[in-house]
């Protein structure tokens, strides 16, 4: 239930053009959502694709990061969130869902 939330969210916030100019993979306990803002409009599915960056977290702390319940830099710290290839595509990433 979770991760249907946390999907639906985040196709309102990324929209048609997130200007990311990336692709994203976030990877929960509950599903993959696979975001590609290389192109115009964005497309996000559910496949399991190669990305640029990966973020792996569970579905109910993605569900807490969209809310403003869960800040990103601690989540990541604390270990709940965890991010493999480019980091500065995570940091836009973060800024694009967490603000």
């Keep these: 239930m979770s991760f249907q939330v946390f ?17 994203v993979k ?5 599903g993959t959502l ?6 115009v409009p964005n497309v996000i599915s559910n496949e399991d694709k190669e990305a640029v960056c990966t973020v792996n977290l569970s579905a109910a702390d993605a569900v807490k990061l969209l809310d403003g319940n869960l800040n990103a ?3 990541f710290m604390m270990g709940k969130i965890k991010v493999k290839g480019d980091m500065g595509i995570a940091m836009k990433v973060m800024q694009l869902i967490g603000g």
């Design 73 to 75: 830099m601690n989540a």
């Design 34 to 39: 696979y975001v590609d803002a290389t192109q």
């Design 7 to 23: 999907s639906e969210k985040v196709k309102n916030i990324v929209g048609e053009d997130s200007r990311l100019g990336s692709t």
């Design 26 to 30: 976030f990877v929960t306990d509950e």
